[in-house]
């Protein structure tokens, strides 16, 4: 099948369904300026480990040198715009066309393009924490301080702050586990920008009854899916919105 083939097909699927979700991944947003993690030659753990530098056990060794590793790369979000693909998603749940978004993705780009369901199931950047007294605050303080060369940044109980994300060693927040039920009669899962190689998420197209990828690179699913398109999500999904849009004119 061709590609605006492939397109039609998208569409109808989506049409066809009463219960439909998006999953994302950093794939999603490296549209936004956004590098994701395994994309071959770019993404990030081609070139650290991310053993060294995203762990639970790195942050409590030396949490110095664990904001030294990330929170460059993390104030990068602040600055990044949604895209074409963020903004299709949001209008698809307007038009009642998806339930919402289970994103792998802390860098709230969903949220910022309108989506009003979304599951941030390895957290997000808006809130940070105490490791001591658990005391929440803005994730902004967090990154005050560290600009301002307090590193790593404290709670006022002298206490270490983290951010509110799921590290590897972490246990899923409880997005996942809402995800997860909400998933409950899924017609039809649109998975974007995810190489889907990291569990439990990766267990997620299990729940749907139909399984569309759109992905640069091929993934583990891909022989599951209904249909695999290999190509930008800026792109397909911009031409899908333009089908959809002559398909309901008709
Ligand atoms: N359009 C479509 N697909 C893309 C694009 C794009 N513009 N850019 C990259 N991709 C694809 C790549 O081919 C790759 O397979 O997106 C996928 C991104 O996969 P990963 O980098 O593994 O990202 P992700 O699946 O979100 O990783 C899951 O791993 O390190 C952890 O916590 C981190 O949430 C992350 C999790």
């Given at each position: 099948m061709d590609y605006s083939g492939k397109i039609?097909?998208?569409?109808?699927?989506?049409?066809?369904?009463?219960?439909?979700?998006?999953?994302?991944?950093?794939?999603?947003?490296?549209?936004?300026?956004?590098?994701?993690?395994?994309s071959p030659g770019t993404g990030?753990?081609?070139?650290?480990?991310?053993?060294?530098?995203?762990?639970?056990t790195v942050l409590r060794r030396d949490p110095a040198a664990f904001y030294k590793a990330n929170l460059e790369?993390?104030?990068?979000?602040?600055?990044?715009?949604?895209?074409?693909?963020h903004y299709a998603l949001a209008a698809l749940e307007r038009e009642g066309l998806l339930e919402g978004v289970i994103s792998q993705n802390i860098d709230g780009l969903h949220v910022k393009a309108g989506s009003e369901r979304?599951?941030?199931?390895?957290?997000?950047?808006?809130?940070?924490?105490?490791?001591?007294?658990?005391?929440?605050?803005?994730?902004?303080?967090?990154?005050?301080?560290?600009?301002?060369?307090?590193?790593?940044?404290?709670?006022?109980?002298?206490?270490?702050?983290?951010?509110?994300?799921?590290?590897?060693?972490?246990?899923m927040g409880e997005d996942f586990f809402h995800a997860s039920q909400a998933l409950n009669g899924c017609q039809l899962l649109v998975v974007v920008g995810s190489s889907l190689r990291v569990y439990p998420v990766a267990h997620l197209p299990e729940r749907a009854a139909r399984l569309v990828i759109v992905n640069r690179d091929a993934t583990p699913w891909d022989d599951r899916a209904a249909l695999v398109i290999n190509d930008s999500a800026g792109k397909v999904f911009t031409d899908l919105m333009t089908e959809l849009k002559q398909s309901s004119d008709v």
């Open positions: 039609k097909t998208l569409a109808k699927l989506i049409q066809g369904s009463s219960r439909t979700f998006a999953l994302t991944g950093a794939g999603i947003s490296t549209e936004s300026g956004i590098p994701d993690f395994r990030l753990w081609q070139k650290t480990d991310p053993m060294k530098v995203a762990t639970v790369r993390w104030s990068v979000f602040t600055e990044a715009e949604p895209n074409a693909a979304v599951w941030e199931v390895h957290g997000h950047l808006r809130t940070c924490h105490c490791m001591k007294c658990n005391g929440r605050q803005p994730f902004s303080n967090l990154l005050e301080q560290f600009k301002s060369g307090i590193n790593p940044p404290l709670c006022i109980c002298g206490g270490v702050l983290r951010p509110d994300v799921v590290l590897f060693e972490d246990p």
